[in-house]
């Protein structure tokens, strides 16, 4: 089983970034499609984006797309989350996760990280 470790979060003014990174352990990493899930204070978790095995396909959620951008690199068992243009909205605690399904279905996915808090003031 893929073990995920969530980095990079922060607190940061409205309009910063971040980069988030989630390293895994396992041979198998670079055979998974990775998710980012967040969940705000008193929400429930939502999706946020995915990449499959190699990177040539991405899934954005609306709030997000063309603020964040998903990448990887698999010789080193890590996918980053750049997030550009953070609004007070974007503040959750964001997971990364792993599915051998393109899917936003939390329940697909098989693995997760413990989370790294993003918190973006106004």
């Known amino acids: 089983q893929v073990q995920l470790v969530e980095s990079g979060g922060g607190l940061v003014q409205a309009g910063a970034s971040l980069r988030l990174s989630c390293t895994a352990s396992?041979?198998?990493?670079?055979?998974?499609?990775v998710g980012w899930f967040r969940q705000a204070p008193g929400k429930e978790r939502e999706f946020v984006v995915l990449?499959?095995?190699?990177?040539?396909?991405?899934d954005y959620a609306d709030s997000v797309k063309g603020r964040f951008t998903i990448s990887r690199d698999n010789a080193k068992n890590t996918v980053y989350l750049q997030m550009n243009s953070l609004k007070p909205e974007d503040t959750a605690v964001y997971y990364c996760?792993?599915?051998?399904?393109?899917?936003?279905?939390?329940?697909?996915?098989?693995?997760w990280g413990q989370g790294t808090q993003v918190t973006v003031s106004s």
């Open positions: 996760a792993v599915s051998y399904y393109h899917t936003r279905q939390e329940n697909s996915y098989d693995s």
């Open positions: 396992g041979r198998t990493f670079g055979s998974y499609k």
């Open positions: 990449i499959n095995w190699n990177g040539a396909y991405t």
